[in-house]
Nanobody, 120 residues
Framework: QVQLVESGGGLVQPGGSLRLSCAAS????????MGWYRQAPGKERELVAR???????NYADSMKDRFTISRDNAKNTVYLQMNSLKPEDTAVYYC??????????????WGQGTQVTVSS
């Protein structure tokens, strides 16, 4: 059983910052790519950023100058530092990780989502 638990969402004013965290737990053998996605009301879920186990990153173009993804492999945790937040960043942010349990093939897991609201 694998769980991804997100934290750090909330209400912030435009121009403000938030740091999201996502911790993976359970019978984990290996964690490969980890990432953040978001879904705004009435829109499809979209990639925010991903990071490999080796630390290579990729970002959505609209966020790469304001958001930073990082991970702590010892803690099985991925972070998303969000700066200069805009109202259009308002969404539910989901953590994703590709995880191998025991000797079974790696699967993609999702967190429950954390709400980020940018408003004055």
């Amino acid at each position: 059983q694998v769980q991804l638990v997100e934290s750090g969402g909330g209400l912030v004013q435009p121009g403000g910052s938030l740091r999201l965290s996502c911790a993976a737990s359970g019978s984990i053998s290996s964690i490969y790519g980890m990432g953040w996605y978001r879904q705004a009301p009435g829109k499809e879920r979209e990639l925010v950023a991903r990071i490999t186990s080796g630390g290579n990153t990729n970002y959505a173009d609209s966020m790469k100058d304001r958001f930073t993804i990082s991970r702590d492999n010892a803690k099985n945790t991925v972070y998303l530092q969000m700066n200069s937040l805009k109202p259009e960043d308002t969404a539910v942010y989901y953590c994703n990780a590709v995880i191998r349990v025991g000797s079974t093939p790696a699967l993609s897991y999702w967190g429950q989502g954390t709400q980020v609201t940018v408003s004055s």
